[in-house]
């Protein structure tokens, strides 16, 4: 469990190889002469897109609440996110983009906000409130050792960025794409079971353990 804040300036910890292959990536791209190179490092994305991700969190408790009637939660429960909206992300992009090169370049921000730093329980009960409906957890597997909590002040002095979206309107706009048939629950949706397509169908070939990929 990461039990201090980190921010931009903090020494990175990847614990698993995604995390580990970003933070390599994010060395090799600095190394680049001649471009203008920032890095942005997402807080756990939540929000409706068409192309939907019910691989993390926020849509993924929402999926769950709306084919179940419950919610599961990861043990313990108490792990914390930061949670960000993909609209709000999409706005942190532009910004960068407008912004003048010589305050953006070779920097590095966190996008999300210090008010969606959550405990994953705390999550499920936003959920719950938003929809209006009545609390059922189901907690499962083993206790979850990633836990963080992210300082987002940089981006917000630097660029002057702020989060429009709350979990409680990414909640509702997955919920009613899932009632309107406008999503479902298909194996792409999901980073590790497509993969598990893709191999079954000799598209690619497997890598080892899916799970590092």
């Not at 609440?65 to 919610?71: C, E, P, S, T």
């Not at 994953?120 to 059922?136: Q, R, S, T």
């Not at 794409?177 to 169908?201: F, N, Q, S, Y």
Request: with cysteine.
């Amino acid at each position: 469990f990461q039990e201090t804040i980190v921010n931009e300036d903090s020494k990175p910890n990847p614990l698993e190889a995604y995390a580990k292959f970003k933070y390599m990536a994010e060395q090799e791209i600095m190394k680049i002469e001649g471009l203008s190179k920032t890095i942005l490092r997402l807080a756990t994305v939540y929000g409706y897109s068409p192309k939907m991700r019910f691989d993390l969190v926020v849509n993924a408790m929402t999926l769950t609440l709306f084919r179940y009637g419950k919610i599961r939660v990861g043990r313990p429960g108490t792990q914390k996110r930061p949670v960000v909206h993909v609209k709000d992300v999409v706005e942190a992009i532009i910004k960068v983009i407008e912004t003048p090169r010589d305050v953006i370049n070779n920097q590095i921000f966190n996008v999300g906000s210090n008010e969606q730093n959550y405990r994953v329980i705390d999550l499920a009960y936003e959920i719950f409130k938003a929809l209006g409906k009545e609390p059922v957890i189901e907690y499962y597997g083993e206790p979850d050792t990633r836990s963080y909590v992210v300082d987002f002040t940089k981006i917000s002095r630097v660029l002057g960025f702020r989060c429009r979206y709350t979990v409680a309107d990414g909640a509702r706009e997955v919920y009613e794409a899932l009632e309107k048939g406008l999503v479902g629950d298909e194996p792409w949706t999901k980073v590790i079971d497509w993969w598990h397509e893709l191999v079954k169908k000799g598209v690619v070939k497997s890598l080892g353990r899916v799970e590092d990929i």
